[in-house]
């Protein structure tokens, strides 16, 4: 659903409004979850600022997201996920269960990720790769390298500061290895 004002001249035009995906679905197969209940809703203006609101159920969790981004010179952004119980992961190797808890800030060039990310439970079962099976490269294949990138682009520099926290009950056998958090 869409509601949208498009204002202004043909060459600088202002567009304000909202967008909202409500009661949608999504499979992740590299993950091996199905989100559901998916609700995003962005408004604002996209040359001064957005708002994003979104939600998601995987398992018995859900996860939540909100970010606000100040668009044109002065680029801000800040966002937060939480969540509880979410299912992050689940194939034949792992299923991991987290509750995320995380605060991002964009100012310029400078960000920060901090906050906590809660494993409540996880059962890491990694599973021997036949390595008759692995897909190789070919003979005549060329590796050149990373593209170069634009040398005008300034990188971004980031600090991180986030804790992983194991619960109890997180599992871990493969490889001759067997272990839990006691």
């Avoid at 995987?58 to 937060?80: H, I, K, N, Y």
């Avoid at 996920?81 to 299923?95: H, I, K, Q, W």
């Avoid at 987290?98 to 809660?118: I, K």
Wanted: cysteine-free; proline content about 4%.
């Amino acid at each position: 659903r869409a509601d949208m004002r498009l204002s202004g001249q043909v060459e600088a035009p202002q567009v304000e409004g909202q967008l909202q995906l409500a009661e949608a679905a999504a499979s992740i197969d590299a993950a091996g979850i199905d989100l559901r209940d998916v609700e995003v809703t962005v408004s604002g203006d996209p040359t001064a600022s957005l708002q994003l609101k979104a939600r998601a159920r995987s398992g018995d969790g859900e996860l939540q997201a909100t970010a606000t981004a100040q668009l044109g010179e002065q680029q801000r952004v800040e966002a937060r996920v939480s969540g509880e119980r979410f299912l992050a992961y689940n194939t034949d190797d792992a299923r991991v269960v987290v509750t995320p808890d995380l605060q991002f800030r964009l100012d310029g060039r400078q960000a920060t990720l901090e906050g906590a990310v809660r494993v409540p439970s996880a059962d890491i079962t990694p599973q021997k790769r036949d390595s008759e099976s692995l897909v190789r490269a070919s003979d005549d294949e060329l590796i050149i390298g990373p593209r170069a990138r634009d040398q005008a682009a300034e990188p971004i520099l980031l600090s991180a500061t986030v804790d992983l926290v194991l619960g109890e009950e997180v599992h871990f056998e493969g490889f001759g290895l067997r272990s839990r958090i006691d």
